[in-house]
C-alpha cells in the first residue's frame, strides 16, 4: 500500500545535539513538507520541497535543515541552534502539479524530546 | 491568497449530540476546501473535501460538511457525535492554480472537539 513513513516515532535526544527525523514516501508526490506541532497549537510549516534537490523555508525554518537528494525522502535535521525543539513532527505530502485538488498525506509523526 | 478561519479553538459536547465546527475561508481565485482530523499522537488524515459539484459534501465516520459560497463558509458536522470522534479538526484550502513559484500547504489553527459521555 502506498503511503508515507515517519521514524522514529519517539526520539530523545541530549541538548547540544543534533538529530535527523526520517520521512519517506512511495506515492509519487512531487511535493514534501515539515511541520512542528505544539500543544494546543496548530500545525507551523519549517520547510518544504515541490521538486528534488530545491527546497524552501518555511515560517520557523532557524534551527532546521533539510535535504531532498531523491523524490522519496525529505529527511529533517534538528540542529543544536533550535532553541526549544521538543515537539511532535509531521511529514507530509501531496501533488504538485494540480490545481486545487492538494490532499496532503501525512506520516505518523515523530514526537521528539530533548533531555 | 486562499486563506482559512477557524472560529472555535474548542469545541465540547456530549455524546450522541450534534455538533458543528466552523470554517470561513477567503479568496479570489477558485476555492477547494478539506477538512483533516487528528487523533492523539496521530498524523491527520482526509475527512472530506470540496472541489465542486455538490455543495453537501459527505466524508468518513459520518461527517459531512457544506459549501456556502455566500457567507464564505464551509463548517464540518456531524448529527450525533461517539466518543471516538474527540480529537482535532483541520480545515485547509487547496492549492492555488500551478503558476510556477512556490505554493505552501496551509491549514487552519485546528478546532478540538471534546466529546463526554
Known amino acids: 500500500d502506498g503511503g508515507i513513513t515517519q521514524s522514529p516515532k519517539y526520539l530523545f535526544r541530549k541538548e547540544g545535539q543534533n538529530v535527523t527525523l526520517s520521512c519517506e514516501q512511495n506515492?509519487?508526490?512531487?511535493?514534501m513538507y515539515w511541520y512542528r506541532q505544539d500543544p494546543g497549537q496548530g500545525l507551523r510549516l519549517i520547510y518544504y520541497s515541490q521538486i528534488v534537490n530545491d527546497f524552501q523555508k518555511g515560517d520557523i525554518a532557524e534551527g532546521y535543515s533539510v535535504s531532498r537528494e531523491k523524490k522519496e525522502s525529505f529527511p529533517l535535521t534538528v540542529t543544536s541552534a533550535q532553541k526549544n525543539p521538543t515537539a511532535f513532527y509531521l511529514c507530509?505530502?501531496?501533488?504538485?502539479?494540480?490545481?486545487?485538488?492538494?490532499?496532503?498525506?501525512f506520516g505518523q509523526g515523530t514526537r521528539l524530546t530533548v533531555v | 491568497a486562499q486563506s482559512v478561519t477557524q472560529l472555535d479553538s474548542q469545541v465540547p459536547v456530549f455524546e450522541e449530540a450534534p455538533v458543528e465546527l466552523r470554517c470561513n475561508y477567503s479568496?479570489?481565485?477558485?476555492?477547494?476546501l478539506f477538512w483533516y482530523v487528528q487523533y492523539p499522537n496521530q498524523g491527520l488524515q482526509l475527512l472530506l473535501k470540496y472541489l465542486s459539484g455538490s455543495t453537501l459534501v459527505k466524508g468518513i465516520n459520518g461527517f459531512e460538511a457544506e459549501f456556502n459560497k455566500s457567507q464564505t463558509s464551509f463548517h464540518l458536522r456531524k448529527p450525533s457525535v461517539h466518543i471516538s470522534d474527540t480529537a482535532e479538526y483541520f480545515c485547509?484550502?487547496?492549492?492555488?492554480?500551478?503558476?510556477?513559484?512556490?505554493?505552501?500547504?496551509?491549514f487552519g489553527a485546528g478546532t478540538r472537539l471534546a466529546v463526554h459521555p
Open positions: 479568496s479570489s481565485v477558485s476555492v477547494y
Open positions: 507530509a505530502s501531496s501533488l504538485y502539479r494540480v490545481e486545487g485538488n492538494t490532499e496532503a498525506f
Open positions: 506515492l509519487n508526490h512531487d511535493a
Open positions: 485547509a484550502p487547496g492549492r492555488l492554480p500551478f503558476r510556477g513559484g512556490y505554493n505552501k500547504l496551509i
